[in-house]
């Protein structure tokens, strides 16, 4: 059992489960459970696929990553950022006749699913690490906007194409003239019941005498009466007749497993964009995931994550679906039902299957426009275009970061707009590590403190330079600390020794290593002797690999202030 655990997380909750755990895991799973039936339809929609595949991606890959995810709070299922990389990916794949779009989908979510997997296996989980939460805070704003945008189509029950911002907005505008005011009665009244039940509808119920807890999990019900008001109206008044477009005739049962015919041209169009959408869905499971497991006291494994999630998209594939990956709504609101276990999300797939097969004639008359609605209210929580002044006060190169991802996203699309969010993330962190902090350092009177000259009244030695390096010596900043240093030898013609305090170097490359070597070897032709101060074991163990250590024409030493007092 306990070599099968770290695989089967759910194994070590199921060893302690108890009936107060199941309880609270049922109650739960029916709040997510009814959260989850009008955003899985309305998702779908958004993929570009019917309604139905969005139930199909709500059951089996629930139960996949209840069985291997290491969060208990995580829920994972059909979600606004991958739904839209999915259709954005698929426009110029099926536009160009290379796969069907349910197989473009499918292929999608095989794809995005195998590279997660095997990016677990082979313990990658690092590579959240890579992109900066800034840019993608940007990214996500951006593409929300976007999906905002797109959504007003169905509330206005016109026919709109594109897929940036400005495309979508200029043929809305165009578009006016063509509006059903059935329709957008409809999609208004939709729109603001949801917007003010979110805002005020907790409260109000508070108001009437229910606890905090009751009256917060009610209030999340509030699409549930949507779609259920909203049906109704349409099938009691025949409003499909004046042109309300509705769901329709939707597959009753569970989808049944199906390989997609796909072609090698059509996985070589598909490999990038599903690359995209496995790691934007795994940034932002992780993120949700370690968010919640905070408040729990969880740790939130970030290898197995990828295994988890990995094999959701898998059995998303199989289940005739698109990709999915970890929401932040219902994983906020399975959180605050009191999920206890993985259990919670077994019980959810259980939830959506039973709906898939009893209750599907009942939405026949459901119309667009109120998963229109739905879409717009759950995006607009994720843009925060705040992001913006946050980085400008903090950091001019994060703000120029952010705003070319947000500004390439709503003018180039999704895709153009995760791939520059990604390269912004690498250039942002190649560009700190450029340009590492680089401080002269002297000695506090009277202590064994060393301070930056700068900011202290502090002793320095008058033939001797101590130099501290804020940061490991890397390719990326190799280059600058050779010109640093050799600008301060150039300012001071006495100078016989500069020393390097090495206490923040935590590993060195073989450019920066080859630099150094340089380094001494100039120095010493200029009658100045290297010395390193404070390195690290892992660092002194490379310079030893390299021969350094014996070339070098100062000294090693255990600490700073010998170095300093040798070298008065």
């Known amino acids: 059992m306990k070599n099968i655990t770290p695989w089967l997380p759910v194994l070590g909750q199921i060893a302690s489960y108890s009936k107060d755990k199941w309880v609270s895991d049922v109650i739960a799973a029916v709040v997510v459970t009814v959260m989850l039936i009008p955003q899985s339809l309305a998702y779908a929609i958004l993929a570009g696929l019917p309604p139905h595949y969005g139930l199909y991606a709500s059951i089996i890959p629930i139960v996949v990553y209840s069985l291997l995810g290491s969060s208990t709070s995580l829920a994972v299922g059909p979600v606004a950022i991958a739904s839209i990389m999915t259709a954005s990916a698929l426009s110029s794949v099926v536009g160009a006749g290379l796969t069907s779009y349910v197989d473009g989908a499918i292929t999608l979510a095989f794809l995005s699913g195998a590279m997660l997997f095997l990016l677990g296996v082979f313990r990658f989980g690092f590579v959240a690490n890579f992109l900066s939460h800034s840019v993608i805070s940007g990214f996500i704003t951006a593409s929300g906007l976007i999906i905002a945008l797109g959504q007003l189509k169905h509330l206005m029950g016109v026919s709109v194409s594109g897929h940036t911002f400005f495309e979508l907005a200029a043929h809305l505008i165009q578009s006016i003239p063509s509006i059903n ?320 305090h090495c206490g923040a170097v935590n590993t060195i490359d073989l450019t920066a290593m080859e630099m150094l070597e340089k380094l001494n070897a100039d120095l010493l032709h200029q009658g100045i002797k290297l010395h390193l101060s404070e390195v690290k074991i892992p660092v002194k163990s490379l310079l030893e690999k390299a021969s350094f250590l014996p070339h070098l024409s100062g000294q090693l030493y255990m600490s700073h202030l010998q170095a300093f007092e040798d070298n008065c």
């Open 181 to 500: 005011p059935t329709t957008m009665a409809i999609g208004t009244a939709c729109l603001l019941f949801l917007v003010l039940a979110r805002q005020y509808a907790a409260r109000g119920l508070g108001m009437l005498g229910l606890n905090k807890s009751t009256a917060s999990t009610l209030a999340r019900m509030s699409p549930i009466l949507a779609v259920c008001v909203s049906t109704a109206v349409v099938a009691i008044w025949s409003l499909d007749q004046l042109g309300v477009a509705i769901v329709g005739d939707i597959p009753t049962g569970i989808a049944d497993p199906k390989m997609p015919s796909i072609t090698r041209e059509a996985v070589e169009a598909l490999l990038l964009p599903a690359f995209f959408i496995a790691i934007i869905g795994y940034v932002e499971s992780i993120s949700v995931g370690r968010t919640l497991g905070a408040k729990k006291g969880e740790k939130i494994d970030s290898n197995q994550e990828l295994i988890a999630l990995g094999g959701a998209n898998l059995a998303s594939a199989v289940a005739g679906a698109f990709p999915v990956t970890g929401g932040f709504s219902r994983s906020v609101v399975n959180f605050d039902a009191g999920a206890k276990t993985q259990l919670a999300g077994i019980y959810t797939a259980i939830g959506i299957a039973t709906a898939s097969i009893f209750l599907t004639p009942y939405l026949y008359y459901l119309p667009i426009a109120m998963l229109g609605a739905t879409i717009v209210v759950a995006v607009l929580a994720l843009v925060d275009l705040s992001i913006l002044k946050h980085a400008w006060r903090f950091s001019k190169s994060d703000f120029t970061a952010v705003f070319l991802t947000i500004a390439i996203t709503l003018s180039a699309g999704v895709e153009a707009g995760v791939a520059s969010g990604i390269i912004a993330s690498v250039l942002l962190h190649l560009y700190h590590t450029s340009r590492p902090h680089i401080a002269e350092i002297g000695l506090i009177p009277g202590t064994e403190h060393f301070r930056n000259v700068k900011h202290y009244n502090v002793e320095v030695a008058p033939q001797s330079v101590s130099l501290r390096i804020d940061e490991s010596l890397l390719f990326s900043n190799a280059n600058y600390l050779e010109e640093f240093i050799g600008e301060v030898v150039r300012e001071r013609s006495d100078l016989k020794n500069v020393i390097l």
